[in-house]
């Protein structure tokens, strides 16, 4: 059967953020501005870094995603993002390796919310007719320079988005443990433009991927779209196989 | 009706040379039973990089050991990506016609483009023009085959004139076929005279409206070759035992295992913005959707699998659909154990072959 992920979050569970429960409210975001970047990366980069749980994507990529949100229950920010390409059983998924938001507020929502790792730090993101470009820095260093070189218009029908899942502890069965959390965003699309992904610097370590190197650039998309951080609906435990470990919590997005 | 084998080649890690080899010759020992049983068709698939879900990236040389070993059961290569990164269509000519030599005028050729990143991914081929570079190839193979000499100067290959060779034994050429999953690919089988080669799992009402789509079009078609194949072809799980219970769950387990490992492959769209790929519902989904969590009922009446009457009732279904053959996937995996598989197909042809045959079956064989 396929291959599984090696790491076992309940070995470094101090360091993941903790939900002081599953109720999380969902958060609309409209008129958001995201540009995602697909990258190959050397299978062995990532070793260590994918939850027993999941299956690791073959070949290995990541997807590095730098959105502006200029509206939010909490204010306008941007939120950089690195996901490690990957299966929860059958399904695609993006595991949440690390992530920068521009504001203290947001960072501490996030975190507190869904269990995004993220921290505070400056996320720029400017569209230009010729290339989107991003940077992110925490303190004085940057951490991540990148772009969207040529953007040409496609449509929203053309691009695909992979739900999401991050690590953190949170209360299920009347104790806080390590989980893994399904953040599943819809969207509706306004704009979408494909190019060429450009990565001109990337600190792996900083974004809690140490080793990580990019390989081949796959393609990269920027769109505009409402979307969401929804309630949360599925959990996982860490270490079983998702078929044999996932729970639900609630039925449907209708509540939201 | 007629019944083919249809194989990915599926091997579990970990992978050892004798593993491989194991599993290429329990397939090949499958089809020289086959054989003599009267199956009509062998089919392999050609992938690459596929780990575990298809370690059949030459194809052509497995069916040529097939060919050797069979008298009459008809060689299906198919699909060959006609995709000029994968393969050069003067390759993909020569090869083919030697197949079709060597089999003696067994060979069948189903074209397709690649599903999936990994395998795109993995030759660099833009996804965007697959489609594009698939319509090339069909158009220039019944020439190859066909014209003494031939020229080409196209968007995706060119060649000055020269004589390609061999010619393929079949006059004029071999039947030519395109893989159907992408949902619309059944009108582009029609309208270029090519045999619908099914390779989804989807569910009656689906594949009954992709086959009349497909009847009418081709009836005003302008094929791509000398002469329209017009067949409709579509892809099961087999696993066949007097036990219905029994049937059932082999069954199920098989085609779960295929299609988990089917999952895991990386869809072009997933990774890659294209409009050349806009259906999720490439393989994966389509095959997960017969035999998944959400499967209907009617859907999992389709699989070939239980006991022989039960498999009766879902080809006969098929055959009122209008299929014209059913090719079926034995294994994934090796999760059946290879006296199993030998003893379905054995069941098989005594017990459900007979009941759609033009042509009575080798009983003595199936004994």
């Known amino acids: 059967m396929p291959l599984y992920g090696t790491l076992d979050i309940t070995q ?73 390409g990957s299966r929860a059983g059958a399904h695609p998924r993006g595991f949440l390796l690390g992530a920068v938001a521009s504001s203290d507020t ?35 260093d940057t951490i991540l320079d990148c772009a969207l070189v040529n953007p040409q218009p496609v449509a929203g029908s053309d691009v695909q988005y992979i739900n999401w899942v991050t690590a953190a502890n949170a209360p ?59 309630r949360i609906r599925f959990v996982m435990d860490p ?7 996932t729970r639900r919590i609630r039925e449907s997005r209708a509540d939201e | 009706m007629k019944f083919g084998l249809f194989y990915e080649i599926s091997i579990p890690r970990p992978w050892t040379p004798e593993k491989e080899r194991t599993v290429y010759n329990n397939c090949l020992e499958q089809v020289k039973l086959a054989d003599e049983l009267g199956f009509d068709h062998v089919w392999a698939v050609e992938h690459h990089f596929l780990e575990e879900y298809s370690h059949c990236s030459a194809p052509e040389l497995f069916l040529t050991a097939c060919a050797m070993l069979t008298k009459r059961i008809q060689v299906g290569h198919g699909i060959v990506v006609c995709v000029p990164e994968f393969n050069h269509p003067i390759k993909i000519a020569e090869r083919t016609a030697t197949l079709d030599l060597l089999s003696g005028g067994r060979l069948h050729v189903g074209t397709g483009r690649s599903a999936t990143w990994t395998e795109l991914g993995g030759f660099r081929a833009n996804p965007d023009t697959t489609k594009k570079s698939w319509d090339e190839f069909v158009r220039c193979l019944p020439k190859m085959w066909m014209q003494e000499t031939f020229s080409y100067q196209g968007e995706f290959w060119s060649m000055p004139e020269r004589t390609i060779l061999p ?3 079949q006059k ?5 076929w395109v893989a159907v999953t992408s949902p619309g690919t059944e009108i582009d089988a029609a309208e270029r005279g090519l045999g619908s080669l099914g390779l989804s799992f989807a569910g009656f009402e689906e594949q009954e409206k992709k086959i009349k789509e497909y ?49 895991q492959l990386i869809s072009t769209r997933e990774v890659f913005s294209s409009p050349s ?66 003893a379905s197909l054995r069941l098989f042809a005594r017990e459900v072959m007979p009941v759609f045959a033009k042509r009575p079956a080798n009983v003595a064989a199936a004994e």
């Not at chain 2, 004029?172 to 030519?176: A, I, Q, R, S, Y």
């Not at chain 2, 002469?227 to 409709?232: A, G, H, L, R, Y």
């Not at chain 2, 219905?244 to 999952?263: D, H, I, Q, R």
């Not at chain 2, 490439?282 to 239980?306: F, N």
């Open chain 1, 239 to 245: 270490l079983k196989p998702v078929f044999l470990g």
């Open chain 2, 172 to 176: 004029p050429h071999p039947p030519m």
């Open chain 1, 12 to 84: 470094s569970s101090a360091r993941l953020p903790t939900l002081a429960h599953l109720d999380t409210e969902a958060w609309t975001l409209p008129k958001a501005e995201t540009m995602q970047l697909l990258i190959e990366v050397p299978r062995a980069s990532t070793d260590g870094l994918l939850p027993k749980a999941m299956h690791p994507a073959l070949p290995s990529y990541v997807i590095l995603a730098v959105a502006r949100y200029p509206e939010s229950p909490t204010g306008p920010f941007n939120l950089a993002m690195l996901r490690l």
């Open chain 2, 277 to 342: 790929y806009q259906s999720l519902g490439l393989l994966p989904a389509l095959r997960r959707a017969a035999t998944g969590p959400d499967a209907s009922e009617q859907q999992t009446e389709g699989m070939a699998y239980g006991d022989p009457a039960r498999i009766v009732r879902a080809v006969k279904k098929w055959e009122s659909l209008g299929v014209d053959c059913i090719n079926f996937i034995l294994n994934a995996n090796e999760v059946v154990p290879q006296e199993q598989v030998m």
């Open chain 1, 172 to 230: 299920l069965d009347g104790a806080i443990q390590p989980l893994l959390i399904q953040v599943d965003p819809k969207y509706t699309f306004y704009r979408a433009d494909r190019g060429e992904p450009q990565v001109s610097t990337f600190d792996a370590t900083a974004w809690n991927a140490p080793g990580l190197q990019l390989a081949g650039p796959i393609i990269g998309t920027c769109c505009t779209v409402d979307t969401d951080l929804p």
């Open chain 2, 167 to 169: 010619k393929p034994y």
């Open chain 2, 215 to 263: 009847r009418r079009r081709i009836k005003t078609c302008e094929p791509v070759g000398a002469f329209v194949n017009e067949q409709v072809a579509t892809t099961n799980f087999l696993f066949c035992h007097e036990d219905e219970k029994v049937g059932v769950e082999m069954g199920k387990k098989l085609g779960n295992t295929f299609n988990y490992l089917a999952t």
């Open chain 1, 106 to 140: 947001a960072a501490k929502e996030l975190r507190a919310r869904w269990g995004f790792p993220v921290e505070t730090g400056e996320v720029k993101f400017l569209r230009r007719h010729d290339r989107v470009m991003a940077t992110v820095k925490k303190g004085t």
